[in-house]
């Protein structure tokens, strides 16, 4: 089955510092992939949509310049969060949406990056 | 702006048992899907539905769809302890991506 792959699977960092987060399809082309953010014991809540060659999607209330996201590839997206502060501790989780079957292509998930600032 | 609701939230089982949980959704979809995640993991695909009145098993699991109604069920038969879980629904929206339900956090004691 369709692999999705992420990159670092924890990091800790201090605050005001970057990091960056990488997603990637690794067995199908990926023209859009999706990052959501999860905290403790809540749902997965959508942050941006990502779509190859273009502008990131923000949704309502997430800062793009806090959140940079690049989908350079099809195979490869990255979250970048700059400065981060404690609570940007979360546990981030990519998707990837097998692009060769255009809008019916299912989503697939990574196996999510946990956050965590001091 | 589509809304996906879940119930239970929270739902503790006797292992044996049977329990369905359910998924409400607001707005006409092509598609809904369960997941499972384990605690400091990511999902678990379950099942995707595509149609009204599909159904799939996948042994103690049974997940339906209902598009008229915007419902679907997923129903849990002879309940064991190695189904503890979160359980998420979530639907494709109009704009291509995928709005999840609050989960149904799954005990199941012996």
């Known amino acids: 089955g369709a692999v999705v792959s992420q990159h670092p699977s924890w990091v800790i960092c201090k605050s005001g510092t970057s990091v960056k987060i990488e997603c990637r399809s690794l067995d199908f082309q990926a023209t859009t992939m999706f990052w959501y953010r999860q905290f403790p014991k809540q749902s997965l809540m959508l942050m941006a949509t990502?779509?190859?060659?273009?502008?990131?999607?923000?949704e309502q209330g997430v800062e793009k310049d806090k959140f940079l996201i690049n989908h350079a590839s099809l195979t490869l997206s990255t979250l970048t969060v700059t400065s981060a502060h404690p609570e940007d501790s979360s546990f981030y989780i990519c998707s990837a949406r097998d692009g060769g079957r255009g809008f019916l292509g299912e989503q697939y998930f990574g196996p999510g990056t946990r956050l965590t600032v001091t | 702006e589509l809304k996906v609701e879940q119930n239970p939230l929270f739902l503790s089982m006797q292992e044996g048992k049977n329990y369905t949980i359910y998924c409400n959704y607001s707005?006409?979809?092509?598609?809904l899907y369960w997941y499972r995640q384990d605690p400091g993991k990511s999902l678990e695909s379950l099942f995707v539905?595509?149609?009204?009145?599909a159904v799939k098993q996948e042994g103690r699991l049974m997940a339906s769809l209902d598009t008229k109604a915007r419902l679907s069920t997923l129903h849990i038969t002879a309940a064991v302890h190695d189904l503890s879980a979160t359980y998420f629904c979530a639907v494709d929206s109009s704009n291509n991506d995928m709005r999840f339900g609050a989960g149904t956090r799954l005990t199941v004691k012996p």
């Open positions: 990502s779509n190859e060659g273009s502008k990131a999607t923000y």
């Open positions: 707005t006409t979809s092509d598609r």
């Open positions: 539905l595509l149609s009204n009145g």
